[in-house]
């Protein structure tokens, strides 16, 4: 209950002290106040508090019965945020102070002792990582589900050709259970980046005060143990001036963020009618208001645009940071707002992208049937000169192009092409040369590892099942 002979500050000074005697100017105040951003914290400023509470407590520096009031106005603040009725106010800038002034509110003089051997600059810190480490753990669970759904279509098309692009040109036949498990690939790299980034940031900056630590005896691992960190952080100034943590973690975010661009743009590619690769159901597509045959791939395209938020986010905090002296300076409450645009845009891409790998079907006589295409086997007639006719790569590179031209100039595929007219072009080829002029003959040869032959696609497949258990 509110306690209604509690102490008021005047308006704008009612965690200043004494040493200011008027109210911020109202320019000042829309300036300074974050409220509106950082408020999401609370849980992870609750629970700074809470950590640092018990420690006191078990420190001696705070008595039994100040700690038990101070807990039990911690346990009606979160009762109230859980409930939406907590009275949010911008006159005290930020979630911290929105809650030590809630806690004055509701248990009085006691509410002070909380604040003991703490300051908004090391608090501030703690609640921003513990934020960061748990979106890491959020994300790197979100691109497991996409990996699986990207393994479960790679299993299922572990043999269906399609054409291998270089310069977004035919190169060479490769099957579409290969092409996906490439980015499986990519977003594994993405989870060990999102991983590793959590091991370095699992540090507690609680305990180094304003900048310089704390006279208090205070005990720095007791609070980090509290709140799942490995150890606390070594340097105080490190401590309130580091974010490296979120920086890594956009960093990560970003090099994802690419991935699933240039996978949301293969899929806009393949759904065009010219390529014609596959097919997205109601659930990913839109239509026009004007053209009613219109299937537009909308959920590919916005995730592709999305993810232009992600990288300008990482610019935005490296800007923040780039200029500013240890410790602490007020610009770095611009951290948390470009950092929590940037993981709200990777969240629903990471979603929306996850969605479209389980609804896509493939085309799969379609894709076949351009994996020849661009005499997309031509490497393969060079590889069998040099090792049928022992030719030098180089001269055998030499004499396929010549295949080529004439194929071009009869408008035939290399397969079609009479045997007659390649031995004009090399007299040794020999009728077994079409053994190795067909798409599925290319693909099923390449077995070198990682290669795109479908025995080797289910082995990654299988591989990369047990690996995410």
């Keep these: 209950m509110s306690d209604p002979n509690a102490p008021k500050p005047p308006k704008g000074q009612s965690l200043w002290g004494g040493r200011f005697e008027r109210e911020p100017a109202e320019l000042m105040q829309a300036i300074n106040v974050s409220i509106g951003v950082d408020k999401r914290l609370w849980r992870e400023d609750l629970a700074g508090s809470r ?33 939406g009725t907590f009275p949010f106010r911008d006159e005290y800038e930020d979630i911290h102070m929105n809650v030590e002034a809630r806690l004055a509110e509701l248990i009085g003089a006691p509410s002070g002792r909380l604040h003991t051997a703490r300051s908004r600059n090391d608090q501030v810190a703690v609640d921003f990582r513990l934020w960061v480490r748990g979106t890491c753990d959020r994300t790197i669970a979100q691109i497991d589900a996409l990996q699986r759904a990207l393994l479960a279509k790679a299993d299922t098309y572990a043999d269906a ?50 900048l310089a630590g704390s006279p208090f005896p205070i005990d720095r691992h007791a609070t980090a143990a509290a709140l799942g960190f490995d150890r606390p952080t070594a340097n105080s100034l490190d401590s309130v001036s580091d974010r490296d943590f979120a920086l890594e973690a956009l960093a990560a975010s970003s090099i994802c963020a690419i991935h699933l661009s240039r996978l949301a743009e293969e899929i806009v590619i393949w759904a065009t009618p010219q390529f014609g690769f596959i097919k997205l159901s109601d659930a990913f597509t839109t239509g026009s208001s004007i053209m009613p045959q219109k299937r537009n791939p909308d959920a590919a395209e916005l995730t592709r645009a999305k993810i232009g938020r992600v990288l300008a986010s990482f610019t935005n905090l490296a800007v923040v940071m780039k200029g500013l002296p240890l410790t602490y300076s007020k610009d770095m409450q611009e951290d948390k707002a470009p950092t929590f645009e940037a993981f709200e845009a990777l969240d629903l891409a990471l979603a929306a992208m996850t969605g479209m790998i389980d609804d896509l079907v493939p085309d799969t006589e379609r894709m076949a049937a351009a994996a020849g295409s661009g005499y997309s086997t031509a490497t393969d007639l060079a590889d069998w000169l040099v090792r049928t006719l022992d030719l030098p790569f180089r001269q055998a590179h030499h004499v396929t ?69």
């Design 401 to 469: 192009g010549r295949a080529v031209k004439r194929a071009s100039e009869l408008g035939v595929d290399l397969s079609d092409m009479p045997l007659a007219e390649l031995q004009a072009i090399e007299p040794r080829v020999t009728a077994e040369v079409f053994t190795v002029l067909s798409p599925a003959a290319s693909a099923a040869s390449r077995m070198s590892y990682g290669g795109t032959a479908p025995a080797l696609v289910r082995e990654q497949v299988a591989r990369w099942k047990e690996r995410l258990g």
């Design 51 to 83: 950590a640092h509470l018990a420690m006191l407590k078990a420190q001696g520096v705070v008595k039994a019965a100040d700690a038990e009031a101070i807990a039990g106005g911690l346990d009606t603040i979160e009762a109230e945020l859980v409930a």
């Design 161 to 210: 050709l399609m054409p291998g692009f270089t310069h977004l040109q035919p190169a060479q036949p490769v099957t579409f259970g290969h092409h996906l498990m490439a980015y499986v690939e990519m977003f594994g790299r993405d989870a060990g980046r999102f991983a590793d980034a959590r091991v370095r940031m699992n540090e507690s900056p609680l305990g180094a005060a304003a």
